[in-house]
């Protein structure tokens, strides 16, 4: 079967963010990128189902500006077959980018698609649900096991207190939470191999989709800082602190 | 104006989350009604009816509804939500699983996990695992808003003498069913609505010594968490986790136990009233946010805080 797999350009996991001093956003600047940590989770799901014999190929897409063509590289090194790039250098939000994956469901007919659960620059959290609203599949949201049997797929999900299965007919949604798996790295033989894997490019135009954003963006700025406290000498001077100053226990 | 409250429960009692998104509609303002959907869960909606300022509750009974299938809910709330200037649901996996399926089938963007309400169009989120705060204006005529609870100080749940209203729309979309749940039993309160919470990180080695952090819950009544980094270690399940990939908690005390303070723990907790930390460096980030901050070996720290909490509670 055939698998989509969607991966965002993102500001690099460990790089401290800034506000701009105009409000406007954050610093992107000069700002190391790399593809969202959720979509890595992602892309080495598809690459098991692959290895496995389940997943027969894996298409790789990507929505954003040219550079996004790196994050696609990346995932085509790790394993996928082909990359598709929605070029655009606006600012695509979750329903634009649903209808967009959703013209590219249309086109490819993948029998899964996996996202991962948020991008970790908007949180959003709500792709992926988007494009399986849209087609009307159903969903395995923040996925701790993914099982395909047939034509259906059963998929663990992570849940508030605990841990939840579904079974859900075949094509579906997964996003993928974080104890899905533990991504590879790409081998330098499969970085210069995953060069010349065919990566085709298209636009929201040719898709047909209108990406004018719904929300506007007022302002961005830093998080009220919190103030650290004092060192306390030992464990009693800490419980009596709780208990007397802060009167918390 | 007129708002839909989605009410979360397991069939048999409110999630106090429900209270906080009913804080956040009366910062809104207007109507509030108030949508339990489920299968036999008519307490639910009685215990809802009591709320703070709820006008109305439509009752949704019905075995497909009783999973909490987003396909379902997805469906029922668009329909019933329809017409509503907005819709809310605390954002827990249940509201981020289904309300984006409500927003894509109304055609509207949502708000996620909004901590705080300028106006009935505006409203404020935060981005980049908390390092950053928008301010964002919806320009859709339904605004499909997730809620972060701890933003917001629950209503009260006693008091009000709302109808119930039952409602007959079953929405089975019929490409998902419920396999089997896995339910951690615990005594210990909920993670998320704890008044006290401790919580362990890398420090703790392995998961067995999360038992000492249980003993001290236990005494305190306090729910026990983990870093991301315990969660990728193996130590703990994931559904323990603080941060922003977990749970975002903000209780009266916070007690972090060799837990260093990565920025994405930080954006699950930072809005804790009391912050302590015990970590043996004294560089630990923790300690820049830290109330009380105490520098010492945990292993030898945490029995004798136990022996200590025993003399005062």
Known sequence: MKVLVAVKRVIDYNVKVRVKPDNSGVDLANVKMAMNPFCEIAVEEAVRLKEKGVASEIVVVSIGPKAAQEQIRTALALGADRGIHVQTDEEVQSLEAAKLLKAVVEKEEPKMVILGKQSIDSDNNQTGQMLAALTGMGQGTFASEVVVEGEKVNVTREIDGGLMTLSLDLPAVVTTDLRLNEPRYASLPNIMKAKKKPLDATTPDDLGVDISPRLETVKVEAPASRKAGIMVEDVAQLVDKLKNEAKVI | ?313
């Open chain 2, 1 to 313: 104006m007129s708002i839909l409250v989605f009410a979360e429960h397991d069939n048999s009692s409110l999630k106090q989350a429900t209270l906080s998104v009913l804080a956040a509609a009366k910062e809104i303002g207007g109507d509030i009604d108030v949508l339990v959907a489920g299968d036999n869960c008519s307490a639910v909606a009685e215990e809802a009816a009591k709320a703070e300022g709820v006008n109305k509750v439509l009752l949704a009974e019905n075995a497909v509804y009783g999973h909490n299938l987003g396909e379902n809910l997805g469906q029922l709330v668009a329909e019933v939500g329809n017409g509503y200037s907005h819709i809310m649901a605390a954002a827990g996996t249940t509201g981020k699983d289904f309300m984006p399926r409500v927003a894509a089938l109304l055609d509207v963007a949502q708000v996620s996990d909004i901590m705080g309400v300028v106006d009935a169009d505006t409203f404020v989120r935060p981005i980049y695992a908390g390092n950053a705060i928008a301010t964002v204006k919806s320009k859709d005529s339904t605004k499909v808003i997730t809620v972060r609870p701890t933003a917001f100080d629950p209503v009260s749940g006693e008091g009000g003498s709302a109808s119930v209203e039952n409602i007959d729309v079953v929405k089975d979309a019929g490409v998902s069913s419920f396999v089997s749940e896995e339910l951690a039993k615990s005594d210990r309160p909920d993670l998320a609505s704890a008044g006290i919470v401790i919580s362990g990180g890398r420090g703790m080695q392995n998961g067995e010594n999360f038992k000492m952090l249980e003993q001290i819950a236990d005494l305190l009544g306090a729910a026990v968490g983990a870093s991301r980094a315990a969660v990728d270690a193996g130590f703990v399940p994931n559904d323990m986790q603080v941060g922003q990939t977990g749970k975002i908690v903000a209780p009266q005390l916070y007690l972090a136990v060799g837990i260093s303070g990565a920025i994405q723990h930080l954006a699950g907790m930072g809005d804790s009233k009391v912050i302590a930390a015990i970590n043996k460096d004294e560089e630990a980030p923790i300690f820049q946010v830290a109330d009380y901050g105490l520098v010492a070996d945990l292993f030898e720290a945490v029995p004798e805080l136990e022996e200590e909490l025993k003399k005062v509670l």
